[in-house]
């Protein structure tokens, strides 16, 4: 009983009911021979069948994520600093902390336990800004603000103020390393954005190396796919991160930045 309520709550859901409806539509225009017009959204069923019940953006996620393999964060060689790409929190006054985290979190806390790990390395963090009462607040300052304030770490934590983008962490880390002699750098960052981060720091003249983290696709956080299943938000929201890694590394590769 307790599995039927949970698939009835599931197709509930508003995907799920799209999906319901529009698939009823077109079974009762095929039953009834009514095929004139049918090309268009039989094409949107397709399409949101198989983003939504299929594991086809895990897999095209999981292609980007092993780029570069997993690391153990005991064994990584000491480095000058670690490098903490933003997109893991953001501003918030009315959060007790300050900040709220998103779905990137995973790297403030790798950054962190690195951190705590290589006690003589400086960490540095990236990330946007966020506008609130006409002013820009920078992601970086509010999580520099609580490391210093509530964790003992021996680090220096360096905060890179708003950035605009990867390209703009990578030119001002390019700056730090060049003013204080830095030779070698670990990377933190999702390990969907790691190749495209990667190419961008090493082009801005960043020796890093990478420490990839938060990973998204299914077959890398639980190792199995389920390849038939009903409706899930879960394939756009993968396919929206994928998306967003392929056109930005190309437009990063027009632009020269890589």
Same mark, same amino acid.
């Given at each position: 009983?307790?599995?039927?309520?949970?698939?009835?709550?599931?197709? +509930?859901?508003?995907?799920? /009911?799209?999906?319901? *409806?529009?698939?009823?539509?077109?079974? =009762?225009?095929?039953? =009834? =021979?009514?095929?004139?017009?049918?090309?268009?959204? +039989? /094409?949107? &069923?397709?399409?949101?069948?198989?983003?939504?019940?299929?594991?086809?953006?895990? *897999?095209? *996620?999981?292609?980007?994520?092993?780029?570069?393999?997993?690391?153990?964060?005991?064994?990584?060689?000491?480095?000058?600093?670690?490098?903490?790409?933003? @997109?893991? +929190?953001?501003?918030?006054?009315?959060?007790?902390?300050?900040?709220?985290?998103?779905?990137?979190?995973? =790297?403030?806390?790798?950054?962190?336990?690195?951190?705590?790990?290589?006690?003589?390395?400086?960490?540095?963090?990236?990330?946007?800004?966020?506008?609130?009462? @006409?002013?820009?607040?920078?992601?970086?300052?509010?999580?520099? +603000?609580?490391?210093?304030?509530?964790?003992? /770490?021996?680090?220096?934590?360096?905060?890179?103020?708003?950035?605009?983008?990867?390209?703009?962490?990578? *030119?001002?880390?390019?700056?730090?390393?060049?003013?204080? @002699?830095?030779?070698?750098? /670990?990377?933190?960052?999702?390990?969907?954005?790691?190749?495209?981060?990667?190419?961008?720091?090493?082009?801005?003249?960043?020796?890093?190396?990478?420490?990839?983290?938060?990973?998204?696709?299914?077959?890398?956080?639980? @190792?199995?796919?389920? &390849? %038939?299943?009903?409706?899930?938000?879960?394939?756009?929201?993968?396919?929206?991160?994928?998306?967003?890694?392929? %056109?930005?590394?190309?437009?990063?590769?027009?632009?020269? &930045?890589?």
């Amino acid at each position: 009983m307790t599995a039927f309520f949970k698939i009835a709550l599931h197709l +509930a859901q508003p995907l799920c /009911l799209i999906w319901l *409806l529009l698939s009823f539509w077109l079974g =009762r225009s095929l039953w =009834r =021979r009514s095929r004139g017009g049918l090309w268009l959204p +039989a /094409l949107a &069923w397709g399409l949101l069948t198989l983003i939504s019940c299929t594991p086809l953006a895990s *897999l095209m *996620l999981a292609d980007l994520e092993e780029q570069y393999p997993p690391v153990k964060l005991a064994e990584l060689m000491a480095a000058d600093a670690i490098v903490c790409l933003g @997109g893991g +929190a953001e501003p918030s006054d009315l959060e007790p902390t300050g900040f709220h985290l998103k779905t990137g979190a995973d =790297r403030l806390s790798t950054a962190l336990t690195l951190a705590s790990l290589q006690q003589t390395s400086s960490l540095v963090l990236g990330g946007g800004g966020y506008e609130q009462a @006409g002013e820009m607040i920078s992601e970086a300052d509010a999580l520099q +603000a609580y490391c210093q304030k509530h964790l003992t /770490l021996k680090s220096q934590i360096l905060s890179l103020g708003v950035c605009s983008d990867t390209h703009d962490e990578a *030119l001002k880390v390019a700056a730090l390393a060049k003013e204080r @002699g830095w030779k070698t750098v /670990l990377l933190v960052t999702s390990s969907y954005h790691m190749p495209r981060s990667i190419a961008t720091f090493r082009k801005a003249g960043v020796p890093v190396s990478a420490v990839p983290c938060n990973y998204l696709s299914s077959l890398n956080r639980v @190792g199995d796919l389920h &390849w %038939i299943h009903l409706p899930s938000s879960q394939g756009f929201e993968l396919l929206s991160v994928w998306l967003h890694e392929f %056109i930005g590394h190309w437009v990063y590769y027009w632009r020269g &930045w890589l």
